[in-house]
Nanobody
């Protein structure tokens, strides 16, 4: 059974940092890209970042470029999202997800419709 477990969320002041982790099990982790998405109350789910199965390619939403960094440790079956210079508008539930195909980054890397496997979310709240 594919499982993705996101953790690391919390409450932080604007300008602060958090590191999210996504631990995976039940599939060949290093064959799959992993994406991070977020959803704020009353808003649609938004793609944040994606990393290819080798870690050699990364993708970011314009809203987080230069502030967030995605990385992975395939030996630990874990993807990280380092979030710096956090803003109140980053407040959301953050989810990690794996796409439907192995050895593949979706044609639109941050389009959630290409992702079949989702973990439970972790809440990030940034106070002003």
């Amino acid at each position: 059974e594919v499982q993705l477990q996101a953790s690391g969320g919390g409450l932080v002041q604007a300008g602060g940092s958090l590191r999210l982790s996504c631990e995976a099990s039940g599939f060949t982790f290093d064959d799959y890209a992993i994406g991070w998405f977020r959803q704020a109350p009353g808003r649609e789910r938004e793609g944040v970042s994606c990393i290819s199965h080798t870690g050699g390619s990364t993708y970011y939403a314009d809203s987080v470029k230069g502030r967030f960094t995605i990385s992975r440790d395939n030996a630990k079956n874990t993807v990280y999202l380092q979030m710096n210079s956090l803003k109140p508008e980053d407040t959301a539930v953050y989810y990690c997800a794996a796409p439907s195909e192995r050895l593949w980054v979706p044609p639109v890397a941050l389009d959630s419709t290409y992702y079949n496997y989702w973990g439970q979310g972790t809440q990030v709240t940034v106070s002003s």
